[in-house]
């Protein structure tokens, strides 16, 4: 079975943290298939290189294939082309999964606990956001996961169940599925609500407590972004935006020109863009070993530049040889 991936390089180091991270993908595959699977990259071009070749950024034919595509992964490309891209996709949910690797400098005490999910929009909460909330209740279910919790602006935490949640959550078949957290019934999934301000509270108080946020508006950007450095940064960070066809796959740093060229740059957030998109296909054996491989990686303190500068006494390697490692471990 060979399965197509759509790729866009990216500008800056993107080159080189591809030319790290597909063969981590690529082996992983083999390891846990042999040639029963594989993945069939094809490259779209976007982003600067785009720009050479054919004069615009984000060529039409790009967005054209993309629209009747269902996975890509993307380098890093400047905020212009990242939002164009949005738009032209339709792409309604930001979803980004924060956990901590061990070995990995963070400036929190105990970053295990750490383990969350933000499904975020960038656009105020309204109607067009009911399928975002649909989103992370419907990630909770699957997973059996205890709770998803709302986050909104302070002077909306006062509203009723119904119009926080709107009327896919509150009515059949998912009513007798879900509770508010004021009477919860077991075995059902626990809906919290939590002003913004308290949020940002929480998740450095009690971060235990939460698994699956749903927040629109620019709170969810910046409550990931918290999370992000309570774990250690955006060298690991991904990324995955939605449509209701199709799944964006994207490292959360820029394009970092100061660093192309020089083998600084770290591979580590597009390998894991990898094993997501490995778990979204269903290869959870592939993903499986992306992940163990990563951890063991980082667990063993080494890292590239970015990140071993914060944990003295590491290895610090080149973003070629951080995907040789990542592979060795396999």
């Known amino acids: 079975m060979k399965k197509t991936v759509y790729w866009i390089e990216g500008d800056g180091v993107g080159p080189e943290i591809w030319r790290?991270?597909?063969?981590?993908?690529d082996a992983a595959v083999f390891k846990a298939y042999g040639d029963d699977r594989s993945l069939d990259w094809v490259e779209l071009p976007a982003g600067e290189k785009a720009l050479k070749e054919t004069g615009d950024l984000l060529?039409?034919?790009?967005i054209k294939t993309l629209l009747g595509a269902d996975l890509v992964v993307n380098g890093p490309l400047a905020s212009e082309v990242g939002?164009?891209?949005?738009?032209s996709l339709g792409?309604?949910?930001?979803?980004?999964?924060i956990r901590h690797y061990s070995g990995q400098a963070c400036p929190v005490k105990r970053p295990e606990l750490i383990d969350m999910i933000v499904f975020c929009s960038g656009e105020a909460l309204g109607?067009?956001?009911?399928?975002l909330i649909r989103r992370a209740v419907d990630y909770a279910l699957e997973r059996g996961l205890p709770s998803v919790t709302l986050v909104v602006d302070e002077e909306k935490a006062e509203l009723g169940q119904k119009e926080l949640w709107g009327?896919?959550?509150t009515r059949e078949p998912l009513a007798s599925r879900v509770c508010p957290e004021d009477s919860a019934t077991p075995g059902a999934l626990i809906l919290r609500t939590r002003p913004a301000n308290v949020m940002f509270r929480e998740i450095l108080l009690n971060p235990e407590c939460y698994g699956v946020i749903a927040a629109a508006g620019t709170s969810g950007l910046y409550l990931s972004e918290v999370m992000a450095?309570?774990?250690?940064?955006?060298?690991?960070?991904?990324?995955v935006a939605l449509s209701d066809s199709l799944a964006v796959f994207e490292v959360r740093h820029g394009p970092e020109p100061e660093l192309a060229g020089k083998d600084l740059a770290n591979p580590g957030g597009l390998i894991l863009c990898g094993m997501l998109l490995l778990e979204r296909l269903g290869w959870v054996e592939a993903a499986t070993i992306v992940s163990d491989a990563m951890q063991d990686v980082i667990e063993s303190e080494t890292f590239t530049a970015d990140l071993g500068a914060h944990v003295p006494g590491s290895e610090v390697v080149g973003c070629a040889e951080f995907g040789e490692r990542v592979i060795q471990e396999m």
């Not at 790290?20 to 993908?25: C, H, I, K, T």
């Not at 450095?229 to 990324?239: I, K, M, N, R, Y």
Request: aromatic letters at 2%; a neutral charge.
């Open 20 to 25: 790290a991270a597909r063969p981590v993908l």
């Open 59 to 62: 060529p039409e034919a790009t």
């Open 83 to 87: 939002t164009k891209l949005r738009d």
């Open 91 to 97: 792409l309604y949910a930001r979803i980004r999964p």
């Open 127 to 131: 109607d067009d956001n009911t399928r």
């Open 167 to 169: 009327p896919d959550i």
């Open 229 to 239: 450095a309570q774990v250690g940064g955006l060298g690991l960070a991904v990324e």
